[in-house]
């Protein structure tokens, strides 16, 4: 027998690190090649880390939250043969030294055998647990609610037929697991839909739970901090009578829906941006402020904000003003799709220009979004609302919508920020002046 060495891989593009979400796999796992070891999460985008090898985990090089180095070792796996660590690196590996290890006087190093992790008891609980699932309480889950779990997962939910919206997740934050689907098997019954415990309503609760904050939300936490610490933020708020482009966009959808594809709001809302950033160029740039340097960009590369089972995901359309109104609804589709099943390779995710941001139907009345730094602009979107409106003196029903958008007051002044989300408003309102050059 040998131990396979598996060292954290270059991710690309020149990172130097990258942090440890979640591991698929524990001491004494067999593992097959293919099969997801680990979850890493670099500045945009999660990766899974899969097998090479057939073998049994003997030990992990990190904890989840953990950020190690490109390089580094990040698990060891005992094979058939002689494996690929060298002697000299077995007596010097770190991955083979357990967390209770560390701080402790450092053992002889161990030569022409792999070095084997001994197990902690808290270890050896959750494998005896892991062979004998205990029965899970039912979990209450809206319909359209996406529980969090990493692409393995989801597949291997899909192939034993098993709904994620009714599995409870042990992972961080909830996320589900493997051995949390196994636990789900073994219940006798499926739980009934909205299931809660007889009589908890009134009762007093005095549970507690701490989440640590790691992999997507940690890179989401720090972005928006610095966000907030960095840029002069203001935004401003504008309403938009849409009637008109709703029934254009229905009209469409009838007409070509069949053979071009389903238009929503958001296309025509890129569409309206790349027409009005023509006038408004300082508003489709990036800000250095190290450098303090503005570079103004011709091409409208849009971040479309995407939520995602690990969160807030921003994909980029780039060349938005090169594309047609299909074009961009198609890229806009294909990139949210990634994105939610974490599949949006890192250059789909970096060099946006501006970005729009919608909540869809839980939109609200106002929002006030944050910049996605570097760039000065976030042009945000509320939900579309039926309301009474005076229009030449009679009281007619429109389709209104607010617009409540953000900029970077050390780039963007107030005025020119008023005019181009009416810039945008005009356009939107008049819809076949989105396609008049």
């Not at 011709?298 to 780039?318: C, E, I, K, N, Y």
């Amino acid at each position: 027998m040998g131990t396979h060495v598996i060292k954290m891989p270059d991710i690309g593009e020149g990172i130097a690190e990258v942090e440890l979400a979640q591991w698929h796999v524990k001491v004494g796992d067999q593992v097959v090649e293919d099969q997801v070891l680990a979850d890493v999460m670099t500045d945009k985008a999660m990766v899974d880390i899969p097998s090479p090898v057939h073998g049994t985990v003997i030990a992990l090089g990190g904890e989840p939250g953990e950020v190690m180095a490109v390089g580094s070792i990040l698990i060891s796996i005992e094979v058939e043969g002689a494996g690929n660590l060298k002697e000299s690196a077995q007596a010097a590996a770190p991955a083979a030294i357990a967390p209770d290890a560390i701080n402790q006087p450092a053992a002889a190093p161990v030569v022409d055998a792999p070095v084997v992790e001994a197990p902690k008891v808290e270890q050896a609980v959750v494998s005896q647990a892991a062979c004998r699932p205990a029965p899970q309480a039912p979990v209450a889950r809206q319909a359209d609610e996406r529980p969090l779990a990493s692409p393995a997962v989801r597949k291997h939910a899909l192939d034993l037929g098993i709904q994620l919206r009714l599995v409870q997740g042990s992972g961080p934050a909830g996320r589900i697991l493997h051995q949390d689907l196994e636990a789900y098997l073994a219940q006798d019954s499926q739980p009934l839909k909205g299931y809660s415990a007889p009589g908890a309503g009134y009762a007093e609760r005095h549970d507690e739970e701490q989440i640590q904050v790691i992999g997507m939300r940690r890179k989401i936490a720090q972005r928006m901090q610095e966000s907030k610490h960095r840029a002069a933020h203001f935004s401003y708020v504008e309403e938009v009578d849409v009637t008109a482009l709703e029934e254009l966009r229905i009209h469409l959808n009838e007409k070509h829906g069949g053979t071009r594809g389903k238009l929503t709001l958001l296309p025509f809302l890129v569409r309206a941006m790349v027409v009005a950033l023509r006038d408004f160029p300082q508003i489709n740039a990036r800000y250095d402020d190290e450098a303090q340097v503005i570079t103004r960009h011709g091409a409208v590369h849009v971040g479309v904000a995407t939520q995602s089972d690990v969160g807030l995901m921003v994909p980029v359309v780039r060349h938005a003003e090169a594309r047609s109104l299909w074009g961009n609804a198609e890229e806009i589709s294909r990139l949210a799709k990634a994105a939610r099943s974490g599949k949006a390779a890192r250059d789909e995710l970096s060099g946006s220009t501006i970005t729009l941001t919608s909540l869809g139907a839980l939109g609200g009345i106002v929002s006030t979004p944050v910049l996605n730094l570097p760039e000065v602009a976030i042009v945000g979107v509320n939900r579309i609302v039926e309301r009474p409106m005076v229009i030449k003196g009679q009281i007619v029903i429109r389709k209104m919508m607010n617009l409540s958008s953000s900029f970077d007051h050390r780039v963007v002044d107030g005025m020119d920020a008023a005019q181009f989300i009416q810039a945008i408003r005009g356009l939107l309102e008049q819809p076949a002046t989105l396609f008049v050059d």
